[in-house]
């Protein structure tokens, strides 16, 4: 059952499929970074200083009371609150995610169609005698020995 189990997971689609995991969660923490600390910043600069990350509404006061200026001390007193600043700032992340693996999958399949395109050169003809298969390169037909 161990040697079962080597094989599958030294397959090359398994590890395939792990590094790729792996690098879409490191590129998932660089575009959360970047929306985060790149993107966000300078819209809220220009929407008049504001920080989506805390942009909450309270539906229940926690143990201490409101209004709390920013949602980790919401979270701490224990209010109950929607975060729709946390959820545009993972709806932009997953735009720039989802556009950036569109861009891959399109220059992908670019190289495929580049490659598939390039015809290979015959090296077969036919001789206009006996319609037979013969070389390219045949001066004289091996089946009806007619000259070409």
Do not use: W
């Amino acid at each position: 059952m161990l040697k079962e189990f080597k094989e599958f997971a030294m397959r090359g689609n398994v590890v395939d499929m792990a590094v790729g995991i792996i690098i879409g969660a490191a590129f998932g923490a660089i575009v959360k970074s970047l929306v985060d600390d790149v993107i966000m910043p300078p819209i809220g600069l220009l929407l008049g200083s504001v920080d989506f990350s805390d942009l909450f509404i309270t539906l229940r006061q926690g143990a201490a009371a409101g209004p709390y200026a920013t949602l980790e001390l919401a979270k701490k007193a224990g209010a109950v609150t929607l975060s729709y600043g946390a959820f545009f700032n993972t709806i932009v992340s997953f735009v720039i995610m989802a556009f950036s693996v569109f861009l891959l999958i399109k220059g992908m399949n670019k190289l495929k169609r580049q490659k598939e395109a390039a015809p290979a050169a015959p090296t077969t003809k036919e001789c206009p005698h006996c319609l037979s298969t013969i070389p390219i390169k045949a001066t004289k037909c091996a089946h009806c020995t007619s000259s070409l």
